[in-house]
Each structure stands twice: as structure tokens, then as C-alpha cells.
């Protein structure tokens, strides 16, 4: 398959043609040439008003349901869906039914994914069916293809087990995801300790519930070495604890999820369950602090916590309703609101290093992997939007810049219009 994108302004800060507008001709899905006014040599014409290209989207949190919850979303649709919002690769949360544990269960995700534009990296359980009482068997996932061991949404309580992990996938270069929100301070608590949260009357969740757990997972990987990923870090003090942490050389990245910088726990006021997430929607102050985290690189990804829910678990009183929110689709026209496009295309390519992945510089030679995209124009984000099967967006009604074209990857073009 020949394609020529024509008038394509690059952004990729690692490339020689970063923020030049060229056309390119890509060949069995390599990038053959690059250059301005390339003739169209029979083939496959793509253009786009205002177009941008990038290196593909990386989202380092996705949640799909399949095996077990074809209800919420299929690996299928759910790749579906991650294509046409822009990204290129996914890593897969082993939250499905059963949990993915084991090698079995990873063969079969990436079965399940062979031949989409899209492509998807499990995370295995680090905990036997995601209980947190004994290891799953690491290594023989990560010879499957996990790129990395996390019970999703979900602290480990026992120290001793998360040191011993940290220890042991050090063997074979593994990563460790590690969620941190301590259960005994968050108890029953369903949305942020705060302001908000006592004049509706919901029981809140402190700060300290994650920053307590962050520290204690800090002194752990400071012990013991290795690798560790901290996700969807949602306060100011936890940027403080992991700025001070990098500073003292310590490998640890973590991600900010996008509903946590765009949005604050005064979403609440109308009870709306599709804010319910976790952890919970912070503050201003808290935002404001991630959003410099992100300017200053102490969070090295922006992950859309894509994690659909079926409607009879979200139509119900708060208290009960289940936490989380899809964000694929919106994942970036909303970062688009609040920060720089640079930025957002850097924080949503960044992850593919922390997780080991090819990194596809956009020069002659390297394999074609892009996202196409413009950061021109305004809309607001509705129901037609969505594309996944479940529809729990914090984001409908919510005006957003830019939109997505579309991808080229695996030697496949797929538009989102």
C-alpha cells in the first residue's frame, strides 16, 4: 500500500522536520520519503484541512471489560474506538472476568487484537485474580507480552508483597504499577474531603488517602530498586512527594488522568454519577498543581482512564454507583482546553518509553505509526461523539478544542470521519 499525506505539519520534537509542513509518502507501511510537493506516484492520497501528524498516541490505562463484560465494551469496538480518538497502542487493565492473571489470559487479549490499526499491550495482574494476597505468575506473563504488572484501581495492602515484586521482576526488567490510595483512610468515602463534598453530604476521601500510600510506596522502591509507575496521581502534595523523588534519583513515572485536569469535585453540585471516579475529583488547587507537574515533566504521561461502565451501574444513587468515566474520545479536545498542544502530544506519546515500547521517530526509513489531528476550531462534545458501547463520558456538554482525524499504523489508514 502506497500513501502520500499531503501538507502535513509535523509534531514530534524529536524529529529533523518538527513543526514543518511537508508532504510524505509512506510504502509498506515504512516513511519512504519526506519533502515538500512530492508527486502523488499512484498512490493513496491524504489530506485534511489544517492537518497535524505526530508520532501515535500511546494511552497507558484502558479498560475494554472483554472477557466477561462484553456488555461495557469488546476488545473490537474498544480498539474501534481507540483508532479513531487518535491512539495507536493501548495497555490493556487486567479488570476483566476472570482477571488477567496468567499466561493463558494474555495469549488470548492479544488474539483477540490481531489484525487491528490499533494495537494493544495487556497489563497483567500483579495479585492472583487482582485480591492482593498472593503474586500472579509475572514472568511467564511478561514471556506472553505483558508489558507491565498492576491490579487495576486496587493498593496493594500487604508492604512486604510489593517489595517482594519489586524485587523480582527486576530479574527480567519488569515495571510495577502500584495505585495508591490507602482503603482503611478512604473507607467509605465517595468523592473528595472538602468543601463540596460536606455541603452535599458525601463522605470524603482526604488527600492524605493517596499521599499516605504514595510515600509508603516511595520508601518501598527506594529499598528495594527497580521500576515503579505510580498512575492517575490526583493532588498537589503527590506531585510534591514524586518532584522530591525523582530529585533523589529514584525510577518512578507516573500519569494524571485528563478528567483530573480539566475537571474539579465542583462537578458535583448536581450529584451526577459520571463524576464519580477514581480516585476522586480534587480541587482547583489540586488541578492547578498537576497541570504543573505536567509543565515541569514530574508527570511524565497523560493516561484517558478509559474505563466504561454499564448504564444500570451508573443510573443510581451516588453513594452506590460505580466509579469511572470512558475518555478516549474526548481524551484530546479536552487537554486541548487547558494546556499547549506540544505538550499534549508529548504527554500522550511519552508513555510508549516508560513502558518499553518501539519509540517511531517521524523521519525516513522508521516505520509509519501516526496520529492525524487538528487543534483548530471549538465544539462541544455530545452523545454523537461517542463511539464506545458504553456512554458514562464526564465529558458530554463540555466545549472542547481540535478534533481527530485518524491513524496510520500497522501498514493500516483508518479515518474517524
Known amino acids: 500500500m502506497k500513501i502520500i499525506i499531503k501538507s502535513a505539519k509535523i509534531i514530534d520534537s524529536k524529529s529533523p522536520f518538527h513543526n514543518q509542513t511537508v ?30 501528524i505526530s508520532q501515535g498516541w500511546f494511552d497507558s490505562s484502558v479498560s475494554f471489560g472483554e472477557p466477561g463484560y462484553e456488555d461495557r465494551e469488546t476488545i473490537a469496538n474498544g480498539l474501534n474506538v481507540a483508532s479513531k480518538s487518535g491512539f495507536t497502542a493501548v495497555a490493556l487493565q487486567p479488570n476483566s472476568f476472570p482477571v488477567i492473571d496468567n499466561q493463558s489470559q494474555v495469549n488470548f487479549v492479544k488474539n483477540k487484537a490481531n489484525g487491528f490499526a490499533t494495537e494493544i499491550f495487556p497489563i497483567g495482574a500483579l495479585t492472583k485474580a487482582s485480591e ?69 453530604g458525601l463522605k470524603g476521601i482526604p488527600n492524605l488517602a493517596e499521599e499516605l500510600q504514595i510515600s509508603r510506596n516511595l520508601f518501598l522502591l527506594e529499598y528495594t530498586g527497580g521500576k515503579l509507575h505510580i498512575p492517575t496521581i490526583s493532588t498537589a502534595k503527590s506531585v510534591e512527594l514524586i518532584r522530591e523523588a525523582k530529585a533523589k534519583g ?72 460505580k466509579n469511572g468515566t470512558i475518555g478516549l474520545e474526548s481524551a484530546f479536545s479536552a487537554l486541548l482546553t487547558v494546556l499547549p498542544l506540544e505538550t499534549v502530544v508529548a504527554k500522550l506519546t511519552s508513555g510508549r518509553i516508560v513502558f518499553g515500547l518501539e519509540n517511531n521517530i517521524i523521519e525516513e526509513g522508521a516505520k509509519a505509526n501516526f496520529t492525524f489531528f487538528t487543534p483548530d476550531g471549538k465544539s462541544t462534545f455530545t452523545k454523537e461523539n461517542i463511539l464506545s458501547k458504553s456512554k458514562n463520558s464526564a465529558f458530554l456538554g463540555t466545549e472542547i478544542k481540535g478534533s481527530v482525524y485518524g491513524i496510520l499504523n500497522q501498514n493500516q489508514l483508518v479515518i474517524s470521519k
Open 132 to 200: 492482593g494476597k498472593d503474586m500472579a505468575e509475572l514472568y511467564d506473563m511478561k514471556k506472553a507480552g505483558a508489558i507491565a504488572f498492576g491490579d487495576y484501581n486496587k493498593s496493594i495492602d500487604n508492604a512486604n508483597l510489593l517489595k517482594i515484586a519489586l524485587q523480582y521482576v527486576q530479574d527480567f526488567d519488569g515495571l510495577i504499577i502500584a495505585y495508591s490510595q490507602d482503603p482503611n483512610i478512604k473507607g467509605n468515602g465517595v468523592a473528595n474531603e472538602g468543601i463540596v463534598s460536606t455541603r452535599l
Open 250 to 321: 529514584l525510577n518512578v513515572t507516573v500519569s494524571a488522568s485528563v478528567h483530573h485536569l480539566v475537571l474539579t469535585d465542583e462537578k458535583l453540585e448536581g450529584f451526577d454519577t459520571r463524576f464519580k471516579v477514581t480516585p476522586p475529583l480534587r480541587t482547583e488547587v489540586d488541578r492547578q498543581a498537576l497541570l504543573n507537574g505536567i509543565a515541569d515533566g514530574t508527570i511524565d504521561m497523560i493516561t484517558s482512564d478509559h474505563n466504561p461502565i454499564d448504564i444500570e451501574f451508573k443510573k443510581m444513587e451516588f453513594d452506590t454507583a
Open 23 to 52: 508532504d510524505l509518502l509512506i510504502a509498506d507501511g515504512l516513511i519512504e520519503k519526506i519533502g515538500v510537493s512530492l508527486p502523488n506516484d499512484d498512490a493513496e492520497i491524504v489530506r485534511f484541512d489544517d492537518l497535524h
